[in-house]
């Protein structure tokens, strides 16, 4: 079946729409009005409700994109059975790419509504599920220290969200965290759990 | 490629399949060791172990996240209707 021209135009419109909230919420937060979108991405502020009921629709859209993302590179390492260090260093380079709007998300995660949170709560719960099957993997080879799971994942989310979070006192003008830092939190991080 | 109707997981190698059958729609991680899928009761049990294991939450709080996860795939959602 072909795509009508006017389909073709829905889902381009969806997709500026949808770019432009990921921008504005990475830069100024996630409660600014949908006027503010609809502005920024040159669509009428009716065109936002017809694809996103509600505000909350569309950040849980963004959300999920986000956690398909992280999803799939984690998961295409995790099953090579590669190093908890390779496994690190791609959720360094994801974290990287989303660095502003993960910024925001794990600053504001308390004011979110529910379902956002839950779906949050999801996506964590997929790192932890691929951090858990390769940090095993390495405790039963010996080259990982015995520590429960639990404890191996939050040392390094703490670390990781530490960084994050104060992101005015440990870099300037707007530069990444990750890229100047994330190589050094990952050597100290595999020092204090490498036996 | 299959994606698990209880999971989530996508399924590429047979080892991922239930009883390393890629004709079933639910992975290993969601079946019994007779090759069966789960029961609702027996996957939300397990998920709740694993994150409470994997990131130390609290039992309830772990219980949620994991019917939250559930609602969304195709092998639950007649327990959320």
């Known amino acids: 079946m072909r795509t009508s021209k006017r389909q073709i135009q829905k889902l381009n419109t969806r997709k500026k729409i949808i770019e432009t909230a990921y921008k504005v919420f990475s830069e100024k937060g996630f409660s600014v009005p949908s006027s503010i979108i609809a502005k920024e991405a040159g669509v009428s502020h009716g065109a936002i409700f017809a694809h996103f009921p509600t505000m909350d629709d569309l950040l849980i859209s963004l959300l999920s994109d986000f956690g398909d993302k992280i999803g799939a590179s984690l998961h295409a390492l995790a099953k090579k059975s590669d190093s908890a260090e390779n496994l690190l260093k791609e959720h360094l380079k994801v974290l990287e790419e989303y660095e502003a709007f993960y910024s925001r998300l794990i600053s504001e995660k308390t004011r979110l509504p529910d379902e956002a949170k839950n779906t949050f709560a999801i996506i964590q719960s997929t790192v932890a599920f691929h951090f858990a099957s390769v940090i095993e993997r390495e405790i039963e080879k010996g080259t990982v220290k015995k520590l429960p799971i639990h404890m191996l994942f939050n040392t390094w989310m703490g670390l990781v969200h530490y960084y994050l979070l104060n992101k005015d006192f440990f870099s300037d003008s707007g530069e990444s965290v990750i890229k100047r830092y994330g190589s050094e939190l990952l050597s100290a991080y595999l020092n204090l759990i490498k036996k | ?81």
């Not at chain 2, 490629?1 to 890629?22: R, V």
Request: one cysteine or more; a negative charge; glycine letters at 6%.
């Open chain 2, 1 to 81: 490629m299959k994606t698990c109707i209880a999971c989530g997981m996508p399924m590429e190698d047979i080892s991922d399949f239930a009883a390393g059958d890629p004709g079933k729609d639910y992975c290993v991680h969601c079946s019994r060791p007779d090759g069966e899928m789960q029961s609702f009761e027996e996957k939300k049990e397990n998920l709740t172990k694993f994150i409470v294991r994997t990131q130390g939450f609290d039992e309830n709080a772990a219980r949620k996240i994991a019917e939250d996860m559930m609602r969304k795939l195709p092998a639950w959602k007649k327990y959320f209707d």
